[in-house]
């Protein structure tokens, strides 16, 4: 059983001048908002349900999705983060809903080129058992407009599985910019798989748990 979880709580700073109603999830892309993309994604990797994490301060949100018809299937649940933490705090607040397995996706992260990324994170999940993240690598010109956050050390072959995995994520640079090197840097970005194991790490955010895990091989 896998639940997708949708973080969408925080206070979106970087784009603040393109809100719609003050949430970021509702800026539209070719008539549909990324947070409908996100929730279109997460149906089409056939998730058990949908929890999204919300803000007491972004009732739009909700009414937002209420009068585009998106609740009518009755697989979506909210909770509220209480304050804009993080994004552990924020998926923490989805546990009582689905557990402690959940895929994490964030609406102001879409792929392009690939039909559904959520679907190879729970492919991957279901060979390895582990945690999955997903990376990319960063180019020009997208690159240029990063903050050096989530990059990835290096990928490795994983010995026990057909998958590649990650030896470990760099501390957050959030003023310094996203190195752009030939060959690209990997960044993780906006996917990923977490499990009980996870719950279980040292550390007080997505990189310290995370790079725990990639340092004892689970990711």
Request: hydrophobic share 35%; with cysteine.
């Amino acid at each position: 059983m896998m639940w997708g979880v949708i973080p969408a709580a925080g206070r979106g700073s970087r784009v603040v001048d393109d809100h719609v109603n003050g949430c970021k999830e509702l800026i539209e892309i070719n008539g549909r908002t990324m947070l409908q993309r996100t929730i279109d994604e997460l149906r089409a990797a056939e998730v058990d349900g949908i929890v999204i994490v919300t803000s007491p301060n972004k009732p739009a949100i909700k009414t937002s999705l209420e009068e585009s018809g998106e609740l009518t299937r009755g697989d979506i649940k909210f909770v509220e983060q209480a304050e804009p933490n993080g994004l552990v705090d924020a998926i923490t607040q989805a546990i009582p809903i689905c557990g402690e397995n959940m895929l994490v996706a964030t609406p102001d992260n879409l792929y392009l080129r690939h039909p559904c990324p959520a679907y190879e994170l729970l492919r991957v999940h279901g060979t390895s058992q582990r945690c999955v993240i997903g990376v990319v690598p960063v180019v020009s010109p997208w690159g240029e407009m990063l903050g050096d956050t989530g990059r990835v050390d290096s990928l490795y072959n994983s010995k026990n599985s057909e998958h590649r995995a990650l030896s470990g994520i760099l501390e957050k640079r959030k003023t310094k910019p996203f190195p752009l090197t030939v060959p690209p840097r990997w960044r993780c970005t906006g996917r990923m798989i977490v499990t009980t194991e996870f719950w279980w790490q040292t550390g007080f955010d997505d990189v310290e748990k995370l790079g725990a895990l990639a340092s004892q091989g689970r990711l």
